[in-house]
């Protein structure tokens, strides 16, 4: 089953288009990435389907609800971690606080933070910080869970908490898709790949098709990532 299907997106800002045409589906399950040079249009695609930015035409469909786990994590200061996470289910979903609680608790513990209930985020570290911000999205018990380069605001040393997290999520088939700069995670972990440029979907398959692809964009993307590192 489809969660998520966009047909002939195109979002511009001013004179400047940066989203062409673009039209995409994710299944159940399904975890994808979608990956390109920066100025692509990989973020503006994926706040487009949040809902930060508004598309100028085109459709996005959902089958149940998603969540968003940004890249600067984007807690609140003045919340305990505890707090950050119970906010919105409680206030959005009209849960109990006894309820939002529990769950909270249950998610810290899975994610490997359960004495941080009760600190504030400015006491815990970058890679903490994200895994309290997937904690509260997953609180919210999405269809469908969007990355938007969670790994970005990182320190190497810390990107690995945070890609063994969504490796943990995709085994149990939670659906996702994740806008990154990290290939090798990319290439292990998603079902599917996008690759962007200039704002077109240029490649999509599987990893295998889209890393193996003969296509002179995608080649030059590669060969300038390998020359880098």
């Given at each position: 089953?489809?969660?998520?299907?966009?047909?002939?997106l195109?979002?511009?800002?001013e004179d400047?288009?940066?989203?062409?045409?673009?039209s995409?589906?994710?299944e159940?399950?399904?975890?994808v990435a979608?990956i390109?040079?920066?100025?692509s249009?990989?973020?503006?695609?994926?706040?487009?389907?949040t809902?930060?930015?508004?598309?100028?035409?085109?459709?996005?469909?959902y089958?149940?609800?998603y969540?968003?786990?940004?890249?600067?994590?984007?807690l609140?200061?003045h919340?305990?971690?505890?707090?950050?996470?119970?906010?919105?289910p409680?206030?959005v979903?009209?849960?109990?606080?006894?309820?939002?609680?529990?769950?909270?608790?249950?998610?810290?513990?899975?994610?490997?933070?359960?004495?941080?209930?009760?600190?504030?985020?400015?006491?815990?570290?970058?890679?903490?910080?994200?895994?309290?911000a997937?904690?509260?999205?997953?609180?919210?018990?999405?269809?469908i869970?969007?990355?938007?380069?969670?790994?970005?605001?990182?320190?190497?040393e810390?990107?690995?908490?945070?890609?063994k997290?969504?490796?943990?999520?995709?085994?149990?088939?939670?659906?996702m898709?994740i806008?990154?700069?990290e290939?090798?995670?990319a290439?292990?972990?998603?079902?599917?790949?996008?690759?962007?440029?200039?704002g077109?979907?240029?490649?999509?398959?599987?990893?295998?098709?889209?890393?193996?692809?003969?296509?002179t964009?995608?080649?030059e993307?590669?060969?300038k990532?390998?020359?880098?590192?």
């Amino acid at each position: 089953m489809k969660l998520l299907e966009i047909e002939n997106l195109k979002k511009s800002f001013e004179d400047l288009d940066v989203l062409h045409d673009i039209s995409l589906g994710v299944e159940e399950g399904e975890v994808v990435a979608i990956i390109g040079p920066s100025g692509s249009g990989k973020s503006t695609l994926l706040r487009c389907c949040t809902g930060l930015e508004q598309a100028d035409s085109g459709t996005i469909h959902y089958e149940g609800s998603y969540g968003l786990v940004f890249q600067n994590f984007n807690l609140f200061p003045h919340y305990s971690v505890l707090k950050n996470i119970m906010d919105a289910p409680i206030s959005v979903q009209k849960q109990s606080k006894k309820e939002a609680e529990k769950e909270a608790r249950r998610l810290l513990e899975k994610m490997g933070l359960g004495d941080k209930a009760d600190v504030y985020p400015c006491q815990l570290s970058g890679g903490q910080q994200q895994r309290v911000a997937i904690a509260r999205a997953l609180a919210l018990k999405p269809s469908i869970l969007f990355f938007d380069e969670p790994t970005s605001a990182l320190d190497p040393e810390l990107t690995g908490e945070i890609l063994k997290v969504i490796r943990n999520l995709a085994a149990e088939h939670m659906t996702m898709v994740i806008v990154t700069h990290e290939m090798n995670f990319a290439k292990n972990v998603a079902d599917k790949i996008i690759f962007m440029d200039n704002g077109y979907i240029v490649e999509q398959g599987t990893p295998d098709e889209v890393f193996g692809s003969q296509n002179t964009r995608m080649k030059e993307f590669l060969g300038k990532l390998s020359n880098e590192s």
